[in-house]
């Protein structure tokens, strides 16, 4: 009799964040990859919204609809049983007013059945952040560099070089906690500026390319694993090339078909010849 999945909660991830153990995340897009994911030791899987990029093509993360991005997250959720699954808010679909949050964001929350919602930014949308806590819904934070904003920034920046930097990403940080969010995302961001919002903060602080003094860190799986080589970050470490192994699959088939050895005779069904003749006799061609 197979045992119950253990599913890992919010309190879960406080605790790893009490004991110093790492949390690990990845985010995921499709059904396929997220099966895979499942049956792994990763603690949270976030559906973000670079898959307008990695699985739609786009430019950039700005491209994509939340009715896309609902898509993806469902598909998601079909296979995450056990991780922690977090759904990445698109771009103007919170900013705009509280209760566009609010609508947006209750409405991920309810389609896709994800355990939170990631919305980027600090103070400037303070107002909206609190609204949708207080709505009940339970709310990831980004801050850091913000890829939604990056026309604003000429590009995808490391922060946290200059004093106004640094107190503006911790000032963020504090204010997200004090609204009452339950993790905070933190990317590219200089070390020291991470490891003073974990060792202050109560809450969870998750990096991406920001060091390794946080309580967890995030990349896309696509990356690591070698499907997706349109843009690599500067921290990835590529644990697989699978690119190049379904390129050489895709050879070895393509030939197979073309000397006829795919697909093999013994595995296609075979008719009964007496009534295939008896039915081609009663064709008027």
């Avoid at 990763?42 to 973000?48: A, C, H, Q, R, T």
């Avoid at 604003?152 to 009452?180: F, H, R, S, W």
């Avoid at 990835?236 to 090339?241: D, F, G, L």
């Amino acid at each position: 009799m197979k045992s119950k999945l253990k599913r890992i909660t919010y309190k879960e991830l406080l605790r790893k964040k009490k004991n110093n153990e790492k949390a690990v995340l990845v985010t995921a897009y499709d059904y396929s990859i997220a099966s895979i994911v499942n049956n792994s030791p990763i603690d949270i899987v976030l559906v973000g919204d670079s898959a307008s990029m990695v699985m739609m093509g786009n430019p950039s993360t700005l491209d994509i609809t939340l009715d896309e991005m609902i898509v993806f997250g469902k598909s998601v959720r079909k296979a995450i049983r056990k991780q922690f699954l977090i759904f990445d808010m698109p771009f103007l679909t919170y900013q705009v007013s509280r209760r566009d949050a609010i609508k947006n964001c209750g409405r991920a929350l309810k389609e896709t059945r994800c355990d939170a919602v990631k919305m980027e930014g600090g103070k400037e949308i303070i107002d909206r952040i609190k609204a949708v806590v207080d709505a009940g819904i339970p709310v990831c934070g980004h801050i850091g560099m913000k890829p939604q904003s990056y026309k604003k920034y000429g590009g995808y920046p490391v922060l946290g070089n200059d004093e106004e930097e640094i107190t503006k990403i911790i000032e963020d940080g504090l204010e997200l906690q004090k609204n009452g969010v339950l993790m905070i995302i933190v990317e590219n961001t200089t070390d020291l500026v991470v490891k003073y919002l974990k060792e202050n903060l109560k809450i969870p602080i998750y990096s991406i390319g920001s060091g390794i003094d946080s309580d967890g860190q995030i990349v896309v799986i696509n990356d690591i694993i070698g499907l997706y080589s349109k843009f690599t970050p500067r921290f990835i470490k590529r644990y697989e090339n699978l690119s190049e192994k379904i390129s050489i699959a895709l050879n070895k088939y393509a030939k197979d078909v073309k000397n006829e050895k795919f697909p093999q005779k013994s595995k296609i069904p075979k008719t009964d010849r007496k009534i295939f003749l008896k039915a081609i006799s009663k064709l008027k061609i």
